[in-house]
C-alpha cells in the first residue's frame, strides 16, 4: 500500500486515477481548489485536501505530502482560463508542487504534461495556447532539474472516449488522442515501477496493453 498526493484532484484524469489507487488498496490524499467538491471526492474513496495550488505557498503544499510516498501533478488552469493562469497554475504549481515534495521528503513525483511542447507553440498560435504549451514546457524543464525521481507523461489530445487499456507510449509518437482514463491507467503503472524515473513519454492510444508498453519503453530507455 502506497499513500499518493494528486495536485489537481478533481481533474478528470485525477478523478479516474483515485478510483484506480484506491481499488489497489492505495491511500489518496487528493488536494484540489474548490471545497465545493469534497463529496465528490471523499465518495470515490481519498483524503481531501482543500487547497488552491495558484495560491499556496510552498509550505501549505507540503502539509498535504507528509507521510506521501508518491506525488501526482495533474493540475492545470483548464479551458477558457487567460493566459496569465497558465503561468501560474501549470507552471508555477507545479515548481511548487516539486518543492513541497521535497521538503517533505517525498523523492517520487509524475508529472502529467502535454505531447509535443518542446517544440513549442505552433506559428500563429493564440495568446492562451501559446502560453500553455510554454508554461508546460519550462515546468518540465524545471523538474527534470530537480532532485526528484521524476517521469513525465505527455499525453496528446484528451477525450472521454472509454478505456481500451491500449496505447503507444516512448519518447515520441506521432500525434494522436488517448481517452483519459487510460491516462490514468498508465500513471498508476508508472507509479508501480521505480524504472520508469527519469524518462519523458509521450502518450497516445495504441496497440500495445498498458502493462507491456510501460515495460517496453523503460526497455528502450
Not at 483515485?18 to 483524503?47: C, K, M
Not at 481531501?48 to 495550488?53: E, L, T
Not at 495568446?127 to 527534470?144: H, N, P, Q, S
Request: proline content about 5%; glycine content about 10%; some cysteine.
Amino acid at each position: 500500500m502506497s499513500r499518493i498526493v494528486l495536485i489537481g484532484g478533481h481533474g478528470k484524469i485525477s478523478r479516474h486515477l483515485t478510483s484506480l489507487l484506491v481499488a489497489n488498496g492505495d491511500e489518496v490524499v487528493s488536494v484540489f481548489r474548490n471545497p465545493d467538491h469534497r463529496g465528490d471526492i471523499e465518495a470515490l474513496g481519498a483524503e481531501a485536501f482543500v487547497c488552491d495550488v495558484e495560491t499556496a505557498s510552498v509550505s501549505d503544499l507540503q502539509k498535504a505530502m507528509v507521510g506521501a510516498d508518491a506525488v501526482v501533478f495533474a493540475a492545470g488552469a483548464g479551458p477558457g482560463s487567460g493566459a496569465a493562469r497558465k503561468r501560474t497554475v501549470d507552471f508555477e504549481g507545479s515548481t511548487k508542487s516539486a518543492a513541497a515534495a521535497e521538503q517533505a521528503g517525498v523523492t517520487r513525483f509524475v508529472q502529467v504534461s502535454a505531447i509535443g511542447v518542446d517544440e513549442g507553440p505552433e506559428p500563429g498560435a493564440d495568446e492562451v495556447w501559446t502560453a500553455y504549451v510554454e508554461a508546460k514546457r519550462d515546468a518540465d524543464a524545471a523538474l527534470r532539474r530537480s532532485g526528484l525521481d521524476w517521469t513525465i507523461l505527455r499525453p496528446g489530445a484528451l477525450t472521454d472516449d472509454e478505456p481500451t487499456g491500449l496505447v503507444s507510449l516512448a519518447e515520441h509518437t506521432e500525434r494522436g488522442s488517448i481517452p483519459r482514463a487510460d491516462v490514468a491507467a498508465v500513471i498508476a503503472a508508472v507509479l508501480t515501477f521505480p524504472e520508469t524515473a527519469g524518462h519523458t513519454w509521450d502518450l497516445i492510444s495504441g496497440e500495445t496493453p498498458i502493462p507491456a508498453a510501460v515495460a517496453a519503453a523503460v526497455s528502450a530507455g
